[in-house]
């Protein structure tokens, strides 16, 4: 009788249990359409406020695109074209701070300087529009310049310092390669820009000076390199012959072992040491070709500049736009007020 009593109290607790997760179900499932039913019934309410002020909108935006029109059509035709450089020896907020003056120049329609500069006769300094320089970003400068950083500083201010803070402190002068960007109203004027770019950094005497230095540096370790080479690989050499003397005695039972484990070891000793050296000889020839410039360019202006075009350059389009966003808030602000006087009736 009990047994059974437990029994008819479980199927009770147990049917309680469901009833409680079917509601719960129940419950979730209402709140989830509630959702879509709030996004829904709004969704309809900006298709409503749409279809009411359609008329408006449509005239707004064909005033704004007549208006562009006009505008567009009245507007100088501008061209660009683009140099990517990779300066050296930190010269990188020199070359920011040149072409910041150069378009300070612009700005104060400051022809004849602009002229004296580039070489540029006065109806070509006189197109110059802007100068702009910006980094190219590549997660791997960033990545480099922190391994190197780890490798010149000493541990306990490598915990200190993590790559995420190295990273929020890592300037855009540090990036490897820049962009210059050059517009003008004529396309015909960049091709003699970027050696005049690039001469006003070159010329700086300091970093002349720190170019002249380096380049002597690797040409001595280039030459030191190479004769470590010779030398090695003239030893190696020697114990080759050595280890081939040695095979020959012990075929013929002598009792002189030159080609012993410790000349086969001190051989493989002499081949690692030449693999690198000949490893330090292709870094040492990369940076004498990367090095030999303060400012190596990898890609030169373009002598006939590319036409500035784009939807986002179209005033008839930014004008449009821009009357029927007007528009918008003047409708809005018009129903607000309504909403407003009716809110205490």
Do not use: C, W
């Not at 390669?177 to 006003?200: C, K, M, P, R």
């Amino acid at each position: 009788m009990s047994t059974a009593k437990n029994k008819n109290e479980e199927e009770v607790d147990l049917g309680s249990l469901f009833v409680i997760i079917g509601k719960g179900f129940k419950n979730f499932f209402n709140f989830i359409g509630s959702i879509f039913k709030g996004i829904f019934h709004r969704f309809i309410l900006i298709l409503i406020f749409l279809r009411l002020h359609l008329i408006k909108f449509a005239v707004a935006a064909l005033i704004g695109a007549i208006a562009g029109f006009f505008v567009e059509n009245s507007k100088e035709i501008k061209f660009s074209s683009n140099l990517i450089v990779k300066p050296n020896f930190e010269s990188t907020q020199l070359l920011y701070k040149n072409i910041n003056y150069y378009n300070d120049l612009i700005t104060q329609k400051n022809t004849q300087q602009l002229s004296s500069i580039f070489k540029l006769d006065s109806s070509k300094a006189a197109s110059l529009r802007k100068f702009e320089i910006t980094p190219i970003t590549n997660r791997n400068d960033v990545i480099n310049a922190y391994d190197k950083f780890i490798l010149e500083v000493d541990t306990l201010t490598v915990k200190s310092y993590n790559f995420d803070d190295f990273e929020k402190n890592f300037t855009d002068f540090e990036y490897l390669n820049h962009e210059i960007e050059v517009v003008a109203t004529v396309n015909y004027v960049f091709s003699s820009l970027d050696n005049i770019i690039i001469e006003t950094v070159e010329k700086n005497q300091y970093f002349n000076r720190i170019k002249k230095l380096t380049k002597e540096n690797l040409l001595t370790k280039d030459s030191i390199l190479r004769v470590n080479f010779t030398e090695v690989d003239s030893l190696r050499n020697v114990y080759m012959r050595a280890i081939i003397e040695g095979a020959k005695n012990n075929s013929n039972g002598t009792n002189i072992d030159l080609g012993s484990q410790s000349n086969a070891t001190k051989e493989n000793d002499l081949f690692e040491i030449d693999r690198k050296i000949i490893y330090d000889l292709s870094q040492t020839f990369e940076d004498i070709a990367s090095k030999s410039d303060v400012i190596n360019i990898i890609s030169n202006f373009q002598s006939i500049g590319s036409e500035i075009k784009g939807i986002t350059n179209n005033y008839i389009f930014l004008l449009s736009s821009m009357s029927v966003l007007l528009m918008l808030l003047y409708v809005s602000l018009i129903e607000f007020n309504k909403y407003l006087m009716n809110y205490n009736k």
